[in-house]
């Protein structure tokens, strides 16, 4: 029997669709931004100079091109130069340094007509020069404040070369792990992700733009970038509305809520339809229905991109399609550039819909004081004292140590003993670029990003004292590479040694964008490796350096303990040390989830449940042949959403509610006591997820509604409560109207996804127990 349907009227909740059965647009467009900034001062001061703009000149502050660095330093040509003086460039992208900027802002605005400044922008990912963990690896952290830090030191630093706004966060959802971009976002959940997303914002952006040490966010890419068909970059995704707006959208409306100045296109097509050119996305959802009032710049060439696409038939009709759309700023490709004059002339477009662009991008670029004082960004004093300072890498180095995700650990093998000897093996074990990942385009000093980044070897060595290392490199990691050269000095190694400890997984190049991959095994012949050592009979420690979940159950099986640290930046090295040897507890928990085999993905813990579910029994019983597993592997994963380890251990009470039934309007209060019955102090990360049982639409078998960071000492408990609310039980209903539902619903709490205690509540809409 379907549910009662009860409309509760939710406006602004998650994605700010309204619950009638179609979007009602016209109340939705509130504005939410918290930019600190006098409206009627910042408009007269926009009307008078747009006023005084000739059409080129307005074209011109739609146009972004990207500055040329080669190993030495910044290069510009004479037309390059040109474009800058003739007033037909409003940004610039890949140009920092305080002294560079200032050279470039010089050529804008005393060499131009009107003196419109610049504002430049960079990929800022995970740190500017002091190199924080990968995204993904900062969201194993679960810590919104350490991400939030890893934000504020970023903007910090990148503001003061000049600097002022970054290409980030990407809150793109992401479940296959054959995506290398799964690397820059927040995992597979849409409420870690959304409380990630306005983590990042509030960091970068601060409390008020025009303060020195901050940076204009950009929230990216919209939308659904990170379920392309076959986990290939770039490729094409289709899904239902329903799916778009309950997983995909929400993260981007956090941001929003969060204040961000400005979103970005995405690469690939939805629906049939290329994200560049979509109005649906752009002028109804961002703008009508979400009221967004920053700008929207589109991503690398992607205006150029529908014409390969097939949607446009050429640049010029590309170029209106995505002014029609919404799209206020074209990256690199120069179509605005060249062809929005001819378009507007034809009547393609119209001078109000320039203007509005316009409009945006003056706003902002007046938000950070630009207008006051072009150069303020460009102090080199400033960058002297800032740029990789001893505060700024201790920060780094607490972020990494915290995004670490303790995935096994059998016997005690970890923490490791400061004393006797230690084989320290592996392609990543010694190597100081990995340590960045990818996306740290000026990490490490840009000049000296080869010495910068502490290795692993340097870290143990700095962290354990007189622990004797023998150190051998043992093997490649690239793509195919069978050389086992090496392995002989490993063995030596291992043999002479009390522990052996693995440092593998993928090159720094390996992960981030355009690195797709068929297989997610160890990269060439270190598995192998792994496994001859194995017939050591020593205990085996396997630290993982990578981008993605990574197929391993071989290499999990032969080890006696696994650490993942992801690629864990400028520090990473160190703050490695401090975990192994126990000077750190580990406290991550996974983002995302590791397959056993790469048949299963996408594989994610709120899955639906199908009509014929494998419950209990096991994947091999003949007796349950026709139940929707596989016949060669258990449906479940190797390590669930939410998994991670401690040196200490903790144990919950049975799950406690202050009321059974839940009326409209109303909310129920989960509790739970938590007691580190283990012998170190340490911190846990409590995890609140609901269940709907029934539904006009079938809802997943989990779903993350809130967390909670604590630390105990040994022996202390706590107890930790959550609130759950009416609105945090609504979704896109069967006739795509946003609400709740009466009925029954299962609450969990525990220590990852696949490890809860249960309780159940009644949803009703007088507040009396209901059936249906």
């Known amino acids: 029997m379907n549910k009662t349907l009860t409309m509760l009227a939710l ?145 910090t630093e990148a503001s003061a070369q000049g600097i002022h706004w970054t290409f980030a966060p990407m809150v793109d959802i992401a479940r296959d792990p054959r995506w290398g971009r799964i690397s820059e976002g927040a995992g597979e959940d849409v409420y870690l992700g959304s409380r990630i997303a306005e983590a990042r914002v509030k960091g970068f952006q601060g409390d008020n733009l025009k303060d020195l040490n901050t940076i204009v966010a950009c929230a990216k890419h919209f939308a659904a970038y990170g379920q392309a068909q076959a986990g290939r970059d770039y490729h094409t995704t289709n899904m239902s509305d ?229 150190y051998a490199k043992g093997c490649g990691y690239g793509l195919g590479e069978t050389d086992k050269s090496g392995f002989a000095a490993a063995i030596k190694a291992a043999k002479q040694s009390d522990v052996i400890v693995l440092a593998m997984g993928e090159a720094q190049e390996q992960t981030g964008e355009a690195t797709s991959r068929t297989e997610i095994t160890l990269p060439g012949v270190q598995s192998e490796l792994l496994l001859e050592l194995k017939k050591l009979n020593k205990p085996m420690v396997l630290v993982l350096m990578n981008g993605r979940p990574l197929e391993m159950e071989k290499e999990n099986e032969a080890v006696d303990a696994v650490l993942e640290t992801w690629f864990a930046g400028t520090e990473g090295g160190n703050a490695i040390a401090d975990v192994l040897f126990g000077d750190h507890n580990p406290s991550g928990k996974l983002p995302v989830t590791f397959p056993r085999k790469l048949g299963q993905v996408p594989i994610y813990y709120n899955m639906k449940n199908t009509g014929r579910p494998l419950g209990l029994q096991g994947h091999n019983d003949p007796a349950n042949k026709y139940r929707s597993k596989y016949m060669d592997a258990p449906n479940t994963p190797l390590y669930a959403f939410g998994h991670g380890l401690s040196y200490t251990t903790f144990e919950y009470s049975d799950v406690r509610l202050d009321k059974t039934t839940l009326g409209m309007n109303d909310k129920i209060t989960v509790s739970v006591e938590v007691t580190n019955s283990g012998k170190y102090d340490g911190a846990e990360v409590v995890q609140l997820y609901v269940r709907d049982l029934v539904g006009s639409v079938t809802r997943p078998v989990k779903e993350l509604k809130g967390f909670e960071k604590i630390f105990l000492k040994k022996g202390e408990t706590k107890t930790v409560t959550f609130e759950i609310k009416t609105e945090d039980l609504a979704f896109h209903r069967k006739d795509m109207s946003y609400g709740v539902e009466e009925g029954d619903f299962q609450v969990f709490v525990g220590t990852s996804s696949d490890n809860v205690k249960e309780s159940s509540f009644k949803l009703t809409q007088s507040g009396a127990i209901a059936r249906r």
């Open 11 to 155: 406006a602004g909740v998650m994605v700010g669709c309204s619950p009638n059965k179609s979007a009602d647009k016209s109340n939705t467009a509130v504005s939410t931004m918290i930019w600190k900034d006098n409206k009627a001062e910042m408009d007269k001061f926009i009307d008078d100079l747009m006023g005084n703009m000739t059409i080129e000149e307005k074209i011109g502050q739609m146009t972004q091109l990207t500055s040329g660095w080669d190993v030495t330093g910044p290069t510009i040509n004479e037309n390059f130069e040109q474009l800058v003086k003739s007033g037909r460039v409003g940004s610039f992208l890949n140009a920092f340094s305080a002294a560079y900027t200032k050279k470039l802002q010089k050529m804008a605005v005393e060499e131009t007509r009107l003196g419109i400044p610049l504002i430049f922008g960079h990929d800022v990912i995970h740190g500017h020069q002091t190199i924080f963990p990968i995204s993904l690896g900062e969201s194993a952290s679960w810590d919104l404040d350490a991400i939030k830090t890893s934000a504020r030191v970023a903007a």
């Open 242 to 470: 329903r799916e778009l707006r309950d997983v995909y959208l929400p993260p981007f409306k956090a941001a929003i809520d969060a204040g961000v100045g400005t979103f970005m296109t995405a690469f690939n097509e939805l629906n049939g339809v290329p994200a560049t050119g979509n109005e649906y996305l752009f002028d109804e959802i961002l703008r009508k229905e979400w009221g967004f009032e920053g700008f929207v710049v589109t991503d690398y060439t992607a205006i150029n991109e529908l014409v390969p696409h097939g949607y446009a038939k050429d640049e010029k009709q590309a170029g209106e399609l995505a002014l029609n759309a919404g799209v206020d700023m074209d990256m690199v490709g120069r179509v605005y550039d060249q062809n929005l004059k001819t378009s507007l002339e034809e009547g393609k477009v119209n001078e109000q819909q320039i203007d509005l662009a316009v409009r945006r991008i003056l706003e902002m670029k007046y938000r950070l004081g630009l207008f006051e004082d072009p150069y303020r960004y460009s102090d080199e004093e400033r960058e002297k004292k800032t740029i990789l300072s001893k505060e700024h890498r201790d920060a780094a180095r607490d972020v990494a140590r915290k995004s670490m995700v303790l995935l096994k650990n059998e016997s005690e093998t970890l923490p490791l003993k400061k004393t006797g000897s230690i084989a320290l093996i592996g392609p990543l074990a010694d190597s100081r670029p990995d340590m960045h990942g990818s996306w740290a385009s000026a990490g490490g000093g840009w000049k000296n990003r080869t010495t910068v980044p502490v290795s692993l070897k340097e870290g143990i060595e700095n962290v354990a004292g007189n622990v004797k290392i023998n």
